[in-house]
């Protein structure tokens, strides 16, 4: 079996699990402000292990697929929002897994990746700091989190906000400043060292736990629970960095190709002015710019998951695809909405959630324009280097 038929084998097990399994879930009461209950997460995950689909990324031998086979599955656990979750597929904690297989010890892997690997985890990257503190956002230089040595431990003390999944999540990846530069820490939680300060109320609702302000008072951490070494937090979070964003391009391929879906039936039955609103010029324009759309963010995926899969870290890579896809995602989910109407503004179908996530991810995993500046600093580098050649 070829390694592009292996991956396809297992996106369309993983489609039909989400579409017959998982879809149902989208209307569930336990889904809430904040995200989905953690009983409702358990119960999801429960049904992906009878599947014998959780975390079909990483396979039974530990290797994990390639980006370019990673896309086609992730894909199709998008296919609902709730998708990712009962997968394991999900962020913070898929970036997460990434990391701790990339650059953990073989004792991290033991104690922290594995419970997340099988499900009975979940995890929170602690990076982010409150614009209010001056602290790091878009521009991770500017952390305030501090980290010092205390004998053979390192205490940790700051600020953190929008976090993902702290609430309920059992694995941390803290980021603090040591004198010599960021640092990586694998903490257990929760730890009375870390309170959450409040839940925030976002556009999203989707993730377990929903976004966190937290504050981090004197956490002491051993010193054989940081990750590498002093100062090369940078270096790891670039790791995790272009996959992770990746990883998000895919799954929200996949939410808003089902909005596509259900406004394309929603079109192609509804009537208005003697037609189907398909027939209506204004409508059908819209239908054929998502299928544009999507096919052009698919190829994106496609086309940084290579760049990866060659070996490159694919910094300005994954900073094109993000951009390009997000925007395209956010084009054709809003045109879902407008297709739909009255019906597209309402919770009875996928499409009004999917657009409040999609929002939100052009702003995740850094805002467009911070890419597009990243990418103008790099069109400007080349061409001065390339004068002075």
């Keep these: 079996m070829t390694d592009f038929t292996r991956a396809n084998f297992l996106a369309a097990r993983v489609e039909r699990f989400v579409r017959d399994e998982i879809a149902p879930y989208e209307h569930d009461p336990r889904l809430g402000r904040h995200g989905p209950s953690d009983d409702m997460v358990r119960e999801m995950r429960d049904r992906a292990r009878q599947a014998d689909l959780m975390t079909p990324h990483i396979l039974a031998d530990g290797s994990h697929l390639n980006q370019r086979e990673t896309a086609i599955v992730l894909r199709a656990s998008g296919l609902s929002p709730l998708g990712p979750i009962a997968l394991n597929t999900m962020a913070p904690d898929?970036?997460?897994?990434?990391?701790?297989?990339?650059?953990?010890?073989?004792?991290h892997k033991a104690r922290f990746l594995q419970p997340l690997v099988s499900g009975e985890a979940r995890s929170a990257f602690f990076m982010t700091e409150p614009a209010e503190d001056g602290g790091a956002g878009s521009d991770p230089s500017m952390m305030k989190t501090i980290c010092r040595r205390d004998g053979d431990n390192w205490v940790i003390e700051g600020r953190k906000a929008f976090i993902t999944g702290a609430e309920g999540a059992r694995v941390g990846i803290v980021m603090a400043k040591s004198e010599d530069g960021a640092c990586m820490f694998l903490v257990d939680l929760p730890n009375p060292a870390i309170r959450i300060e409040r839940v925030l109320d976002t556009i999203d609702n989707t993730m377990p736990g929903g976004h966190s302000i937290v504050r981090i008072e004197?956490?002491?951490?051993?010193?054989?629970?940081?990750?590498?070494?002093?100062?090369?937090?940078?270096?790891?979070?670039?790791?995790?960095?272009?996959?992770?964003?990746?990883?998000?391009?895919?799954?929200?391929?996949?939410?808003?190709?089902?909005?596509?879906?259900?406004?394309?039936?929603?079109?192609?039955r509804r009537e208005a002015f003697g037609k189907l609103l398909v027939d209506h010029e204004g409508v059908?324009?819209?239908?054929?710019?998502?299928?544009?759309?999507?096919?052009?963010?698919?190829?994106?995926?496609?086309?940084?998951?290579?760049?990866?899969?060659?070996?490159?870290?694919?910094?300005?890579?994954?900073?094109?695809?993000?951009?390009?896809?997000?925007?395209?995602?956010?084009?054709?989910?809003?045109?879902?909405?407008?297709?739909?109407?009255?019906?597209?503004v309402s919770g009875d179908t996928i499409v009004e959630r999917v657009f409040r996530e999609i929002r939100a991810f052009r702003i995740y995993d850094g805002p467009t324009e911070v890419h597009k500046w990243s990418l103008a600093k790099k069109v400007k580098r080349e061409f001065l280097h390339d004068q002075q050649s």
Excluded at 94 to 107: R, T
Excluded at 229 to 234: D, K
């Design 218 to 268: 004197n956490l002491i951490v051993p010193g054989d629970q940081m990750l590498g070494a002093s100062g090369q937090g940078f270096q790891y979070a670039q790791v995790r960095l272009s996959p992770a964003r990746l990883s998000h391009c895919m799954r929200w391929l996949g939410s808003v190709t089902r909005c596509h879906e259900i406004a394309t039936a929603y079109a192609c």
């Design 284 to 344: 059908g324009f819209m239908l054929a710019e998502n299928v544009i759309d999507l096919k052009a963010a698919e190829l994106m995926i496609d086309w940084c998951a290579g760049v990866l899969d060659g070996g490159s870290l694919g910094v300005a890579e994954s900073s094109m695809a993000k951009v390009a896809v997000s925007e395209a995602l956010m084009r054709t989910a809003d045109r879902c909405v407008q297709i739909m109407g009255g019906t597209g």
């Design 94 to 107: 898929e970036g997460n897994m990434y990391l701790l297989g990339k650059v953990g010890s073989p004792e």
